[in-house]
Nanobody
Framework: QVQLVESGGGLVQPGGSLRLSCAAS????????MAWFRQAPGKEREFVAAINWNGGSTYYVDSVRGRFTISRDNAKNAVYLQMNSLKPEDTAVYYCAAVAGSITSYSRSDLSQKTSYPYWGQGTQVTVSS
């Protein structure tokens, strides 16, 4: 079992930046691939970004590519989401998710499916507003 706890959310003006963190505990180690999802009010939870267990591969939804960066520090059992040039439409609860093993063989559809990730955090609110 892996427990995930997100932090770093808050209120930011359009064009601003935030850095989300996800701390993993329990049966951790570096063998888990990680992802960020988000859910806006009244909408489905959507895939944002993912990173392979060794940090060698990263994946992004088109709407955040070039603005968001996912990274990880396996020594700290942590994954991060650096969010720049934030827009009001980025407002959502952001969730960290994990799956054992590599995701390099996953299809694009597999990467974006909530059911591909057995472990989830409780979420952190990000609000982009002036």
């Amino acid at each position: 079992q892996v427990q995930l706890v997100e932090s770093g959310g808050g209120l930011v003006q359009p064009g601003g930046s935030l850095r989300l963190s996800c701390a993993a505990s329990g049966r951790t180690g570096s063998s888990y691939s990680m992802a960020w999802f988000r859910q806006a009010p009244g909408k489905e939870r959507e895939f944002v970004a993912a990173i392979n267990w060794n940090g060698g591969s990263t994946y992004y939804v088109d709407s955040v590519r070039g603005r968001f960066t996912i990274s990880r520090d396996n020594a700290k059992n942590a994954v991060y989401l650096q969010m720049n040039s934030l827009k009001p439409e980025d407002t959502a609860v952001y969730y960290c998710a994990a799956v054992a093993g590599s995701i390099t063989s996953y299809s694009r559809s597999d990467l974006s499916q909530k059911t591909s990730y057995p472990y989830w955090g409780q979420g952190t609110q990000v609000t982009v507003s002036s």
